[in-house]
């Protein structure tokens, strides 16, 4: 598994009551790991899947730490060092009811390069996953493109995780829209907002035909509900299900969706391998992908150690 993308320093806050204007409350404050790249990467590593993460740093502490961080889960960290940019780093607001609102100050996160990428890194690959923040800023667009083609060339599944509204709109949804098409992702996984979002509907119905026309597997995450697959068959007919997951307390949702996509890809991978996809073995991939993001929502948040 290839992951293109952001290691970032996540400064989390957790208030244990609602904001109050120009005041304090108590509530805590985390230093973590974060980036979406690396949050899956991560959760491949764990899962058992060879991993590399194609990322840039800056050249400094928390660079350094969040490198050694990701190596821990026995990724490949092949991080570029940025000089003249701090390490990326996002402000993470949890508010009472576990929706999360953040401020990004990507930094280094966006400086890798076209020019950084190496086709050797790609031979052995049987995917290369790629958040939709992999797609835009620049020089990181670049090379998230580039990335694509050497994954293409070599014969790798290509995957796109929607992300983010804001950023997916920014450039006004005909950029986003054609930005997608041009992936032409093997496998695309979105929350029903942000689908919506891209495909300016919010029929569940209508969103589901329309997104086959961008790629042949869709799978709509749906937090607490489980999951929406939809999928062309062989015969390029369109089959849709709902997979029902067991409802899961959370505080904090950071890196849920990361996980999900991390355990979905390995059991997607894994039928890819016997030649095809099937509605039972997506099913199952989706029931993994839940496994995954259940642990990262109920397992334990370690502090990124910066000494």
């Known amino acids: 598994m290839i992951v293109i993308g952001d290691l970032t320093l996540d400064v989390v806050l957790s208030p244990d009551r609602a904001l109050i204007a120009g005041s304090d409350v108590p509530g805590t404050v985390g230093l973590r790991q974060g980036g979406s790249a690396a949050t899956a990467a991560r959760w491949f590593g764990r899962l058992g899947a060879n991993t590399q993460l194609i990322c840039a740093v800056g050249r400094d502490g928390p660079g350094r730490a969040l490198v050694e961080a990701v190596r821990s889960d026995g990724v490949v960290a092949r991080a570029s060092r940025v000089a003249g940019q701090p390490t990326g780093r996002i402000g993470v607001l949890v508010s009472t009811d576990a929706e999360r609102s953040f401020v ?47 994954a293409r060339d070599a014969g790798a599944a290509v995957s796109l995780d929607l992300a983010s509204v804001g950023p997916l709109l920014a450039s006004g949804r005909p950029a986003a829209l054609a930005l997608v098409r041009a992936v ?3 496998v695309l996984l979105a929350t029903a907002s942000e689908l919506g979002a891209l495909l300016d509907s919010p029929n569940r119905a209508v969103l589901g ?30 089959i849709t299900f709902e997979v029902a997951t067991r409802p899961l307390p959370a ?16 059991g997607f991978i894994e039928g890819r391998r016997t030649g095809r996809s099937t509605p039972a073995g997506l099913r199952r991939a ?21 000494r």
């Open 104 to 150: 990004a100050d990507r930094g280094a996160a966006d400086h890798l390069a076209p020019t950084d990428l190496q086709a050797a890194w790609f031979n052995a690959a049987d995917l290369l996953h790629l958040p939709l923040y992999s797609l835009i800023g620049e020089p990181l667009g670049s090379a998230g493109r580039e990335a694509i083609r050497l």
């Open 209 to 238: 035909a329309r997104a086959l026309g961008i790629a042949p597997i869709v799978i709509v995450k749906r937090g607490n509900s489980g999951a929406s697959v939809h999928m062309l068959d062989v015969s390029g007919a369109s």
């Open 251 to 266: 505080t904090d949702t950071t890196g849920a969706g990361d996980a999900f996509d991390a355990g979905f890809l390995v």
């Open 184 to 186: 032409a992702p093997d």
């Open 286 to 306: 989706v029931l993994a992908g839940h496994r995954a993001a259940a642990r990262q929502l109920l397992g334990p948040r370690p502090e990124l150690d910066l």
